[in-house]
């Protein structure tokens, strides 16, 4: 029935792919037209955009909602509403207060803003009519194997859950141990990073998994959770706070099949961030410990913290474009291919991450910050149009493997390997965040891991079948 689901949205998606493709060209149209003073276009921008999205979401109403866990579409969509539709209608619909901190940052005018609604909507349209028209076979392929060679080893599926959980319970105390400063960091503190954050998919494992040992399965992602919630109490991080407890309501709204109870859940995460925001962004600002207080609040003035203003990459993206056609573009894809050497095997190979840091300190007052345009103004900041192009079809071709993985993850019941469910909605809600990190670095380590799993697999039944 999913299969049938799946397939019989592909034409709306790609009537959404092209109406955006549309909407982008007649803005890039419209950026070189128009006059300084008709911001009400970039208004007509987030009322078009928002009334194709809504339309599109409106077909979850007859569908079972668990398509949201396969679908990857769905996320990327609505990811690309809340920071490119919402959060940029802040410069013609938020209050003056809000629209002088975005251009406090680094100027936007409205030539700039209705280019970046251009390029954002392209992008969005490659994406999804590359998902919506390719079909490979291989990540299927890759798990049918996998599902394979656990049969033999582990028949009940509990030993590997017992490792897979322990493994990122003890990457959540690495990671928070390093950042104290108990202990170094090592070569592979790039893959604790990654599971200790993967970790938070085994919520699934409450819903779904009724196997042998499911208490102690249970003590230990619970545990994991804990710490990891705590961890960002600890270290005033938003993200480790609210992704477990935004990724369990979600599941238990998918598990109760109903639209209106996520919706609810949904309305109510707004003003529990809001809530959150005000408190992490107060402490860092008047904590004389923390490191960064002189950037969140330069001055003496009160700082408030706002989630529209959060959501909201303008600035960014904006210098992100006048860099570009001053010809100072930016670099971080010459790294791609570094991201399939493993770093234990070349200690000395570039930080993939290390852009964001470089592109802040072209125009921030302040620096020791990190700021990312987005993947799509990313993709445009290093090579133009020609970068839009290739960066969306491969980000399209990202997502459409996740797809298919979790698709014949959930179907074989590979518990030990949900962390890849949550993992792939991470990737595609961070639209905001870096291509090289936050989509292709994660799919290479994740894919790295599988086969090396199906390898050791491998050789343990080869080594113990009877000759």
């Not at 410990?289 to 950037?295: A, R, T």
């Not at 959060?310 to 001053?326: E, G, H, W």
């Not at 573009?329 to 399939?340: P, Q, T």
């Not at 993939?352 to 840091?357: H, P, Q, R």
């Amino acid at each position: 029935m999913m299969e049938v689901e799946f397939k019989n949205l592909n034409t709306s998606w790609k009537i959404v792919g092209i109406n955006f493709f549309i909407l982008g060209l007649i803005f890039l149209i419209l950026s070189h037209v128009a006059y300084s003073d008709d911001w009400f276009l970039h208004g007509t921008f987030f009322v078009f955009s928002s009334l194709i999205i809504f339309y599109q979401f409106l077909k979850l109403i007859r569908i079972p909602k668990v398509i949201l866990f396969i679908d990857l579409r769905w996320i990327f969509l609505f990811s690309f509403w809340m920071y490119f539709v919402f959060g940029s209608s802040l410069l013609v619909f938020g209050s003056d207060e809000l629209i002088e901190r975005t251009k406090d940052i680094y100027a936007v005018n409205l030539n700039s803003a209705l280019r970046i609604n251009s390029i954002n909507a392209i992008g969005l349209s490659i994406v999804l009519l590359i998902i919506s028209s390719i079909d490979i076979l291989w990540p299927k392929n890759i798990i049918d194997r996998l599902k394979h060679e656990l049969k033999y080893f582990d028949p009940l599926s509990h030993r590997t859950l017992i490792l897979a959980t322990s493994f990122c319970l003890f990457s959540v105390m690495y990671c928070f141990l390093e950042v104290r400063g108990y202990v170094e960091k090592n070569f592979l503190f790039g893959i604790f990073q990654i599971f200790q954050h993967a970790g938070i998919g085994f919520i699934l494992i409450f819903f779904y998994y009724k196997g042998e040992y499911r208490k102690l399965i249970y003590f230990i992602i619970f545990l994991h959770l804990f710490l990891y919630i705590a961890s960002g109490f600890l270290l005033l991080n938003r993200s480790l706070i609210m992704a477990p407890i935004t990724f369990f309501t979600v599941i238990y709204c998918i598990n109760k099949n109903s639209l209106k109870l996520l919706i609810v859940s949904m309305i109510a995460s707004i003003f529990f961030v809001q809530s959150l925001g005000s408190y992490t962004t107060y402490k860092r600002s008047y904590d004389e410990g923390f490191k960064y207080s002189s950037i969140i609040n330069p001055t003496d003035s009160k700082y408030a913290f706002s989630l529209w203003d959060r959501f909201n990459y303008t600035s960014a993206q904006a210098a992100a474009i006048d860099y570009y056609n001053k010809g100072e573009e930016g670099d971080s894809l010459r790294n791609i291919f570094w991201l399939f050497v493993p770093r234990f095997l070349n200690k000395n190979k570039p930080d993939v991450s290390s852009s964001s840091a470089r592109f802040a300190k072209k125009f921030r007052k302040f620096g020791g910050t990190r700021d990312s345009p987005g993947v799509f103004l990313e993709s445009y900041y290093n090579l133009g149009w020609i970068g839009l192009i290739f960066v969306s079809s491969l980000i399209g071709l990202i997502i459409k493997i996740y797809s298919i993985l979790i698709k014949a993850i959930i179907l074989n019941r590979i518990y030990s390997f949900y962390f890849l469910i949550f993992s792939a909605i991470w990737t595609c809600f961070r639209i905001d965040g870096l291509f090289i990190t936050d989509y292709l670095g994660q799919l290479v380590v994740f894919l790295y891991f599988i086969l090396l799993t199906i390898f050791i697999l491998i050789l343990i039944r080869l080594s113990t079948t009877p000759k």
